[in-house]
């Protein structure tokens, strides 16, 4: 089964220093993998996503994502983070499965931005 | 472009009570879903659709219900709320079965039983 592991439940940094958020995934293939961002209040907005091909992806608002096979992981970075990227992020891997078609999120790691 | 909608917004129910979660989407997507929120646990699949009439359950089906008549619409029917299903609701669409498509989400329903 597809499974997705965000260690860091919690993480503060100041703004302009640089952002890297964890995502190990589980999966028997090449995965569909996905970064997402919620506001407060808000619904998921995507933030990047990676599928084939070069291994480090750049999203919106300036952020990128690594896929690394040997480490399962696709950590998501931001050279410099702004007030406003305060929010929840989630990582998702998605693709086929026993159970059909699904889309798996990480428990999420929620950022906080010190002035 | 209205993308998903999702009514209402917030919801209050007692204990026992039913209702119906409301989700659109106007993109002509086949796959749609219904997850719930919860702090610590991120998003869990309840049921979802790859089309009209065909539905499956998803990680958390317990207590909930869905239907598919059409492309647009995917109501989520909870039979007799409990307090353990108060959370966010979340609604989504995409255009491919896979996985591999972006998923666009509604802007959620906080439901709270009582």
């Known amino acids: 089964a597809q499974s997705v592991t965000q260690p860091d439940i919690h993480i503060t940094v100041s703004e302009g220093a640089s952002l890297e958020l964890r995502c190990n995934y589980s999966?028997?293939?090449?995965?569909?993998l996905f970064w997402y961002v919620q506001s407060p209040g808000q619904g998921l907005q995507l933030l990047l996503k990676?599928?084939?091909?070069?291994?480090l992806v750049q999203g919106i608002k300036g952020f990128e994502a690594e896929f690394k096979r040997s480490q399962s992981s696709f950590n998501l970075r931001k050279p410099s983070v702004h007030w406003s990227d305060a929010a929840e992020y989630f990582c998702a891997v998605g693709g086929v499965t026993g159970g059909g078609n699904k889309l798996t999120f990480g428990t999420g790691t929620q950022l906080k931005v010190e002035l | 472009n209205a993308g998903v909608t999702q009514t209402p917004k917030f919801q209050v129910l007692k204990t026992g009570q039913s209702m119906t979660l409301q989700c659109a989407q106007d993109?002509?997507?086949?796959?749609m879903s219904w997850y719930r929120q919860d702090p610590g646990m991120g998003l869990r699949l309840i049921h979802y659709s790859v089309g009209a009439g065909i539905t499956d359950q998803g990680e958390v089906p317990n207590g909930y219900n869905v239907s598919r008549s059409t492309t647009e619409d995917f109501p989520l029917r909870l039979l007799s709320a409990a307090p353990s299903q108060t959370s966010v609701y979340f609604c989504a669409s995409s255009s491919t079965f896979w996985g591999e498509d972006e998923a666009f989400f509604g802007q959620g329903t906080r439901l709270t039983v009582v």
């Open positions: 999966y028997g293939a090449t995965p569909y």
């Open positions: 990676y599928f084939s091909g070069d291994t």
């Open positions: 993109m002509n997507h086949e796959y």
